[in-house]
């Protein structure tokens, strides 16, 4: 009869202790890509907010702060902070038909895993949305062209 070997099988608390490591290191990088993906769908909301602001406010100046204040406060809803607020026009002025673009962007802060090469930080995520400033509204210059 042959003898068998137990030579290169895993004992169970080795195998029990790296199962425990893989599975720690595993829900932190599974919890680090989740803030992520909040933050991003955070700040995407609080562009689209901010866009709208911005067009339905009554002046130029009024509007860039609307769409501040608004973004801000859509990220605090969210439990975020807006790190930058940022609003671009297509056209020269608040008037009718003009493009504006909102892009909001925020830090997320990574998780620290010094095992595996990760030293902590931060990542950038920016979200941007357009709209167009009503061409039939009143009080504003231009002609409804578009």
């Known amino acids: 009869m042959r003898q068998r070997s137990e030579r290169g099988a895993v004992g169970g608390l ?5 199962g425990v490591l893989i599975f720690v290191f595993g829900t932190l990088v599974i919890t680090n890509a989740w803030a992520t993906v909040d933050t991003k769908l955070a700040s995407s909301a609080a562009a689209r907010e901010a866009a709208r602001a911005y ?4 002046s ?14 859509s990220m605090r809803g969210h439990g975020r902070s807006a790190k930058d607020v940022n609003v671009t ?5 608040y008037q009718r ?4 673009e909102v892009t909001v962007s925020a830090d997320v802060p990574r998780v620290s895993l010094p095992l595996i090469g990760g030293h902590g930080g931060t990542t950038n995520v920016s ?3 357009s709209e167009i400033i009503d061409p039939y ?6 002609e409804a062209g578009c």
């Open 137 to 142: 509204r009143s009080g504003l210059a231009g």
């Open 55 to 58: 067009v339905e406010a009554d």
């Open 89 to 93: 026009s297509s056209n020269s002025g």
């Open 127 to 129: 979200s941007r949305h």
């Open 97 to 100: 038909c003009a493009t504006i």
């Open 14 to 18: 080795e195998g029990l202790a790296f």
């Open 60 to 73: 130029a100046t009024d509007a860039i702060e609307a769409a501040r204040l608004v973004a801000a406060d």
